[in-house]
């Protein structure tokens, strides 16, 4: 299941900069989530889990490139996955 966009109902992932180009796109696995953004220029920054900055597992540095992906395990950083049934009429 994937989800566009920078709002989540959960409000676990959010983008208050203006830095990125287009749409983040978050993606969600069976074991993980992950976050896909582009910079507007190279980014050498730091994207990490809001309340779990010193855990390394759940930091990412940027690599002065302008497309970033962003992992995060189900059973770490604070993050709980929940189950949600769509259905489409």
């Known amino acids: 299941m994937a989800r566009n966009g920078n709002r989540s109902r959960s409000g676990i992932m959010s983008c208050n900069c203006r830095r990125h180009r287009g749409e983040p796109e ?3 696995g069976s ?3 992950s976050l896909i953004f582009n910079s ?3 980014f ?3 994207i ?3 309340g779990f900055v010193a855990d390394n597992d759940c ?3 940027g690599d002065n490139k302008e497309k970033h992906r962003f992992t995060v395990k189900h059973d770490g ?3 709980r996955r929940q189950r949600e ?3 489409w009429i």
């Open 59 to 61: 930091v990412m540095m």
């Open 85 to 87: 049934e769509l259905y």
């Open 48 to 50: 990490f889990v809001k």
């Open 26 to 28: 978050v993606q969600c």
């Open 31 to 33: 074991d993980s989530i």
């Open 77 to 79: 950083c604070g993050v």
């Open 44 to 46: 050498a920054g730091k």
């Open 40 to 42: 507007r220029n190279p």
